[in-house]
């Protein structure tokens, strides 16, 4: 089993920054991480991934150049730094683990955080 708790979400302005991070415990050896949003009214969508040894890290095109995925494997953590924020990144956050060493942009992750708000004002 694996847990997950997500911290670091909050309101800005547009044009902020914000950083998330995502506490494991439990086995995350050789797994993806990956960050997801979902807006109200919307379905849950994928933001960015990253393996276990950073060799892949994919993200969304709506978030690419803007936001920035980390892990730090020793202390079972995975960031977002989120930059140029806009009103549209508007949404729940969620963390999530697959126990496999690729990155998916479906929902076909193993395990989900609980989820932080985070409000961007224009």
């Known amino acids: 089993q694996v847990q997950l708790v997500e911290s670091g979400g909050g309101s800005v302005q547009a044009g902020g920054s914000l950083r998330l991070s995502c506490a494991a415990s439990?086995?995350?050896?050789?797994?993806?991480m990956a960050w997801f949003r979902q807006a109200p009214g919307k379905e849950r969508e994928f933001v960015g991934g990253i393996t276990w040894g950073g060799g892949t890290i994919s993200y969304a095109d709506s978030v690419k150049g803007r936001f920035v995925i980390s892990r730090d494997n020793a202390k079972r953590t995975v960031d977002l730094q989120m930059n140029s924020l806009k009103s549209e990144d508007t949404a729940v956050y969620y963390c999530a683990v697959k126990q496999s060493n690729v990155v998916v942009t479906t929902l076909d992750y193993d395990y989900w955080g609980q989820g932080t708000q985070v409000t961007v004002s224009s």
């Open positions: 439990g086995r995350t050896f050789l797994s993806t």
